[in-house]
């Protein structure tokens, strides 16, 4: 099946407490403990820019549907440039538009189990935009139908 290569390990830099470059690389669309609907981002720290944790997932990133925190809907909508206005017929929608987007999220740390795990308390528009396409030259002879 497969032999076990040491040299196929790599160390993952823990976190601290920044700003990160990331990408939003998916959802979930959940219910909260209250019973709330919740949306629930992971991003990924992008590897295309020199910054540590390259590679790396932040997990878990609650959007609880609720009064009180929809200013988070808000406010990430406004870091990935969503025209004010936009509307959206749900939140999977939402989520949706989210996906891939760009953008630059401040990390504090929490404490569970003894362990720290990065914790998104906050989003700016990304310093250094969009990542850099790279050319893709595809013939006729590359696709199998």
């Known amino acids: ?11 993952f830099e823990e976190f601290k407490k920044g ?3 990331v990408t939003v690389v998916g959802y979930e669309m959940t219910q ?13 720290v992008r590897s295309d820019v020199e910054q540590p944790c390259k590679g790396q997932k932040i997990n878990y990133d609650n959007f609880v549907v609720s009064d009180k925190s929809m200013w988070r809907f808000h406010a990430l909508s406004k870091a990935v440039g969503v025209p004010e206005g936009t509307p959206f017929e749900s939140y999977t929608e939402w989520a949706k538009t989210m996906q891939n987007k760009p953008l630059r999220v401040v ?7 003894g362990r720290n795990y990065p914790q998104v308390n906050g989003f700016k ?14 013939s006729s002879d590359d696709v199998p139908f």
Do not use: C, H, W
Request: glycine share 6%; charged share 25%.
């Open 1 to 11: 099946m497969f032999k076990v290569d040491y040299n196929q390990v790599s160390e």
């Open 19 to 21: 700003e990160y470059e």
């Open 32 to 44: 909260a403990k209250t019973g709330s609907n919740m949306v629930v981002l992971t991003y990924e």
């Open 107 to 113: 990390v504090g740390l929490r404490e569970q189990n």
């Open 125 to 138: 528009p990304s310093e250094v935009g969009k990542p850099q396409d790279m050319d893709v030259n595809i």
